[in-house]
């Protein structure tokens, strides 16, 4: 192989374009999106405040993410909140050792029985004789984090999404996206923007891409947008049955994030509103210095209509304030991110994609390959599993 395009410039689209170029191959990115990081977005509020409009935290099992990120040069932010510990707002707040020793005993019994791990979150708990108010707090937290049912979400994300425990769980220094930027920078005028595919013709051994009103041919592609607006590209011929099934077969969830500057001093801090569906974080940033905003994050359709997300912040706003009285808002500045309106992603992340949808989209199909979160087995709706599918997408072409 000597040319490859990818399309797609989020995390899962550059990694797979620069590890390509790390072997020395052409490559050209094409990018529906005036920017590059899909939904990796960072921004800076007028009180110098970084928020993510997108994905926020690194886990502490990603370490692909942080190789990325010494290799590139750039810092972590602490942010001194811990991703595993919140504080219960709106029921009475279960027992923290019995809520760990929960946790501790549903991993021991899906390790013995990882058949039970497919089941439906809620249908799983009907199974066990739980506290309720651990039950009501454990379906928050992964319905939230899934940015889906419990109805739908499988058990086995339950200790992966829910769980309780005081790891680091960072960010990009500066903010996510420079981690995006910093992979675009070597690719310099290979990265084209606002060039959104609406064709590829391939056969055994060659692809055509069409975009933004120009053709270019090349001996591969790797493919990184989300199973959501995939459709809007017309393949000649047709992608396999089983990879259009597989896609199809997808579950996304909805999520939104609020973000509202602090007039007076913060420290770090996470209050989840069980009821509600969300929870909200202040955090640190650059030299451990407490950032001037207070960040939410609403997981699951239910979730937004309850807070009324589609009409504006208001509601949501009068929410935070019950929830964090102890915070002063500044209400003029306020910001709210939603995916389901943007034509480029149209949802969230994906939903816990099972084995068998796995394995049928990391299948490579003559030139191509698919990459993205969502093809990316146990570390799917992450950043990590962004990073890793370009890898493993580069690599069969590689071998190709």
């Known amino acids: ?84 510990r919140r504080e219960c707002r709106g029921i009475p707040a279960p027992d923290p050792e ?25 249908r799983f708990l009907d199974r066990l004789d739980v506290d309720p108010a651990i039950r009501e707090l454990v379906c928050a937290r992964v ?54 595919v609406q064709r590829i013709a391939w056969t055994a051994d060659s692809v055509t891409v069409s975009a933004a009103g120009a053709e270019m041919t090349a001996d591969a592609c790797v493919v990184a947008v989300p ?11 047709a992608l396999p049955a089983r990879v259009g099934s597989a896609l199809r077969r997808i579950r996304y969830g909805q999520g939104a994030k609020l973000f509202v500057p602090v007039l007076g001093p913060t420290a770090p801090s996470a209050t989840i509103s069980v009821p ?36 504006g912040p208001e ?24 995916w389901s309106d943007d034509p480029w992603a149209r949802a969230a992340y994906s939903t816990a994609p099972s084995e068998e949808i796995t394995e049928a989209l990391i299948e490579p199909i003559g030139p191509l390959c698919l990459a993205g979160e969502h093809t990316a087995g146990p570390y799917a709706a992450l950043m990590e599993g962004a990073l890793r599918s370009g890898q493993r997408a580069a690599g069969q072409l590689g071998r190709g």
């Open 227 to 237: 199973a959501t607006t995939i459709e809007g590209i017309r393949f000649e011929p």
């Open 143 to 196: 319905e939230i984090s899934s940015v889906n049912s419990a109805d739908y979400v499988p058990a086995a994300e339950l200790t992966g999404t829910a769980y309780v425990g005081d790891q680091p769980t960072p960010g990009i220094a500066g903010g996510n996206q420079r981690l995006a930027l910093a992979l675009a920078e070597p690719l310099g005028s290979a990265v084209r923007l606002s060039a959104p």
């Open 276 to 311: 509600e569906r969300y929870w909200a974080w202040t955090a640190t940033g650059a030299g451990d210095r407490a950032q001037p905003v207070v960040s939410a994050f609403a997981g699951s359709a239910p979730a937004l209509d309850r807070l009324r997300v589609e009409a």
């Open 98 to 122: 019995a809520l760990e020793a929960f946790l501790r005993n549903v991993d021991d019994l899906l390790a013995e029985q990882p058949e039970l791990g497919r089941l439906p979150l809620s």
């Open 1 to 84: 192989m000597a040319r490859a395009i990818v399309v797609g410039a989020g995390l899962a689209g550059l990694s797979a374009a620069s590890e390509l170029r790390e072997a020395g191959h052409e490559v050209t990115v094409f990018e529906a999106r005036d920017r590059v990081g899909g939904r990796v977005w960072s921004r800076e509020l007028a009180n110098g405040a970084v928020i993510e409009m997108g994905a926020e935290f690194i886990l502490p099992d990603n370490t692909v993410i942080r190789e990325f990120a010494d290799r590139l040069g750039l810092g972590l932010w602490d942010k001194g909140v811990r991703y595993g």
């Open 315 to 338: 509601a949501w706003l009068a929410s935070l304030r019950e929830l964090r009285p102890d915070l002063e808002l500044d209400a003029d500045g306020v910001v709210l991110s939603t």
